[in-house]
């Protein structure tokens, strides 16, 4: 192996450490195997919940080996998977290794950690296609240090606003500009339509293990 290859792998190792200190840090444990549980089953759960495009998104903003942890047994064929809070629960602690009634103190910790180290707005337009049950468990409810939720609320309601104004542009092109070439209002066929609707007059969107 090259030592250009080796400063690669070394760099993706302590990048995907780093990110799992900065958990263990907000946790308040110094035992990365736990911290690294808890990680993997919030990663785990949060993609399940989350359609193929939205997920695959977000993937791209984590480290090399964390992201390979995060589609570990990824299914993509069989996701979003509709569960709701209680589900969640139940699918966090079991992966976790922790109690359900844990889940909603950990969660909302491991979302503060890795919305410090991920690129600013890419977790809250993730968050923003869960359920808002789930969403409540996974960011404590939107309350995070130095936020109140209805800046997370406010955060939220602007990306779907930007995706309503990207269907809204792509609709409008794909009017004025559709397959066959014709224009969108000027061809024979709106013509003809506008004729029938008025008449004879003719008016007219890492490599750790447990």
Same mark, same amino acid.
């Given at each position: 192996?090259?030592?250009?290859?080796?400063?690669?792998?070394?760099?993706?190792?302590?990048?995907?450490? +780093?990110?799992?200190?900065?958990?263990? +840090?907000?946790?308040?444990?110094?035992?990365?195997?736990? /911290?690294?549980?808890?990680?993997?089953?919030?990663?785990?759960? $949060?993609?399940?919940?989350?359609?193929?495009?939205?997920?695959?998104?977000?993937?791209?903003?984590?480290? *090399?080996?964390?992201?390979?942890?995060?589609?570990?047994?990824?299914?993509?064929?069989?996701?979003?998977?509709? $569960? %709701?809070?209680?589900?969640?629960?139940?699918? $966090? /602690?079991?992966?976790?290794?922790?109690?359900?009634? *844990?889940? +909603?103190?950990?969660?909302?910790?491991?979302?503060?950690?890795?919305?410090?180290?991920?690129?600013?707005?890419?977790?809250?337009?993730?968050?923003?296609?869960?359920?808002?049950?789930?969403?409540?468990?996974?960011?404590?409810?939107?309350?995070?240090?130095?936020? %109140?939720?209805?800046?997370?609320?406010?955060?939220?309601?602007?990306?779907?606003?930007?995706?309503?104004?990207?269907?809204?542009?792509?609709?409008?092109?794909?009017?004025?500009?559709?397959?066959? @070439?014709?224009?969108?209002?000027? @061809?024979?066929?709106?013509?003809? /339509?506008?004729?029938?609707?008025?008449?004879?007059?003719?008016?007219?969107?890492?490599?750790?293990?447990?």
């Amino acid at each position: 192996m090259t030592s250009t290859k080796s400063d690669v792998f070394d760099r993706a190792t302590r990048t995907s450490h +780093a990110w799992l200190d900065a958990v263990a +840090a907000e946790l308040g444990t110094s035992d990365t195997h736990a /911290a690294y549980r808890i990680l993997r089953a919030w990663m785990h759960t $949060f993609r399940d919940r989350l359609p193929v495009d939205k997920s695959a998104d977000f993937a791209a903003g984590l480290p *090399e080996l964390l992201r390979g942890v995060y589609f570990e047994g990824w299914r993509p064929g069989h996701v979003p998977v509709k $569960f %709701g809070a209680e589900e969640y629960r139940r699918r $966090f /602690a079991e992966e976790a290794g922790i109690t359900t009634a *844990e889940v +909603a103190e950990v969660a909302p910790v491991v979302t503060g950690a890795l919305r410090g180290q991920l690129a600013t707005g890419q977790l809250d337009r993730a968050l923003a296609q869960l359920p808002s049950a789930v969403r409540g468990l996974v960011d404590g409810d939107g309350r995070t240090a130095g936020d %109140g939720g209805r800046d997370a609320w406010i955060r939220a309601l602007d990306v779907q606003m930007e995706e309503l104004v990207t269907a809204v542009k792509t609709l409008t092109h794909s009017l004025q500009h559709p397959p066959d @070439g014709r224009d969108g209002g000027t @061809g024979p066929a709106p013509k003809a /339509a506008a004729a029938r609707t008025a008449g004879p007059s003719g008016s007219s969107p890492l490599g750790w293990t447990d």
